[in-house]
């Protein structure tokens, strides 16, 4: 097993920050997104995480000299400074602190490394909580792992629903059929715990204008009617006024 060094200083200058390799297609790179933007969405009310992915984690002097770069797909890290800029994850920069939850948005091409040997690294050394992998072309593909209290993974059971409970982030992770950026597919998406759906800003945006529509709607229905029932009201006075005029009585003397 690889010696770690993780508060061995590298200087920023000698790492690398991109391999110029791409994401596997264009559904890969949306399904990233999706994640990440997520969970600022989920966690718009909190300032101590950082969410990424694509960006490579950097965790010993080793790594770095073997340039064996590792870069999950997305992640998330918790109680550490979610306002500090960062090109990657620099392990000995984040007070040792690794990622606590990792999905690796798997490809035939990744398939075998990403349940083997990026398994055992991130149960072995980054000690990372949860793991989920996801094929964006694969809907049943979901699979995930939480370390138990003996540091080991455990498979997570996926509930009646097919989804996988996260209990770091208090989240669920299941699949959601729907369009996104002109592309339909099974998405893997985040849900809260009252199973409903941690919606992205656009979606959001248009749920907020779809209710403001309906309750404009709503609205002018309720000004139609108070204006139909006024208009009876008046209908109603007139033919009693006129009945008493046929009887004899002047309406405007009664009292």
Do not use: C
């Amino acid at each position: 097993m690889e010696t770690v060094f993780p508060y061995l200083e590298i200087p920023a200058e000698n790492l690398i920050y991109d391999d110029g390799e791409p994401l596997e297609s264009n559904r890969h790179r949306i399904a990233m997104n999706v994640l990440i933007s997520s969970i600022y969405q989920s966690f718009a009310d909190r300032q101590d995480f950082f969410a990424g992915g694509n960006m490579f984690v950097y965790y010993s002097a080793t790594q770095r000299m073997n340039r064996d770069f590792r870069g999950p797909d997305f992640f998330v890290t918790l109680n550490v400074d979610g306002n500090q800029s960062r090109k990657a994850w620099v392990v000995w920069n984040e007070n040792g602190r690794y990622p606590d939850v990792i999905v690796e948005l798997m490809s035939p091409s990744t398939a075998v490394i990403d349940k083997t040997i990026k398994k055992d690294l991130y149960e072995q050394i980054f000690k990372t909580k949860e793991y989920y992998i996801f094929d964006p072309f694969e809907s049943n593909s979901l699979q995930g792992w939480r370390l138990d209290d003996h540091q080991h993974y455990q498979e997570i059971i996926r509930d009646q629903r097919g989804w996988l409970s996260s209990e770091t982030l208090e989240l669920y992770l299941g699949t959601w059929y729907g369009t996104i950026h002109h592309e339909s597919a099974s998405w893997l998406r985040f849900y809260n715990q009252e199973g409903h759906l941690i919606l992205l800003p656009e979606e959001a945006a248009q749920q907020q204008a779809e209710i403001a529509q309906q309750q404009a709607e709503m609205a002018k229905q309720q000004a139609k009617m108070a204006e139909e029932r006024a208009e009876t009201a008046e209908q109603k006075a007139q033919r009693l006024a006129n009945r008493l005029r046929e009887l004899g009585i002047n309406p405007d003397e009664i009292e």
